[in-house]
């Protein structure tokens, strides 16, 4: 078995804007259990988005955009459902960011079907039953030690560091165009990612510190405390 034979069918984002759910979900409210739940969910995420009060906060899981989500997301802030976005570093850096530069996600297998080992030595990664590439995943993170470098070395909260992600991605260095981290930054939405090195984003920065370390110069940090201060900010003013 080769990589190219695990890495050859890749996950396509499901496009909502594509059919009309709306008979369906309609169609929930008079079933049971999870589905008139649906139903519900629906109908209080549309009076959110009615009252101009409200501030939409979009809380985000990496396993859902790798499993083909994303541009659901996308698609709601471009039509201005949602204010903010609070969401795992694997899903803004190593699905989004990764996608953005031109990476994909590959449809796997569970652990059952093809051991853990095989895939270490081809070095792919597994998400469930998705694949990504690790050389390419290296990449990724290699790009947010790129834009650390190119900062002001000062702390930063995980919202001002995406922000310049998402400027470098609309300065013309994104493959893929409509990622989620491009159009908050188009948009004005923030995105907050508090647990940032508790994913593979953490090599990029931990390796712009431990080189600027060596040479005695100032480095960039993350500062989790500035995100829970412009987080509290936020709430209090919604």
């Known amino acids: 078995m080769e990589k190219k034979d695990l890495l050859k069918d890749v996950i396509k984002h499901i496009d909502i804007k594509s059919y009309n759910s709306t008979e369906l979900i309609d169609a929930m409210r008079n079933m049971s259990f999870t589905s008139r739940d649906t139903a519900r969910a629906a109908d209080i995420l549309m009076m959110m988005c ?12 990496g396993s859902t955009s790798a499993a083909g989500c ?9 039509n201005k459902m949602i204010d903010v976005v609070v969401a795992t570093g694997a899903s803004i850096i190593d699905m989004d960011l990764f996608e953005a530069l031109g990476f994909k996600h590959y449809i796997g297998e ?12 081809l070095y792919i990664d597994r998400i469930y039953d998705t694949y990504i590439d690790e050389e390419e995943l290296q990449a990724c993170d290699h790009t947010t030690f790129e834009i650390a470098n190119m900062l002001e070395a000062r702390p930063y909260s995980s919202r001002e ?26 948009c004005g939405v923030p ?19 431990w080189e600027r ?4 110069e100032k ?14 900010q936020i709430k209090m003013q919604a």
Request: hydrophobic share 40%.
């Open 50 to 61: 009615k009252e101009k009060e409200c501030t939409n906060i979009l809380t985000l899981a």
């Open 110 to 121: 569970k652990e059952n079907v093809i051991a853990d080992t095989t895939l270490r030595d």
């Open 219 to 232: 480095y960039l940090s993350i500062d989790s405390v500035k995100d829970f201060v412009e987080l509290t």
């Open 191 to 209: 995105i907050f990612v508090p647990a940032f090195s508790d994913s593979s984003a953490g090599f990029g920065i931990g390796k712009h510190q």
């Open 213 to 216: 370390m060596q040479k005695g």
């Open 161 to 186: 560091f995406i922000y310049e992600i998402g400027k470098w991605l609309h300065e013309g260095h994104a493959v893929k165009k409509d990622s989620l981290i491009q159009t908050c930054y188009e």
């Open 70 to 78: 994303m541009q659901v997301y996308v698609d709601m802030v471009r």
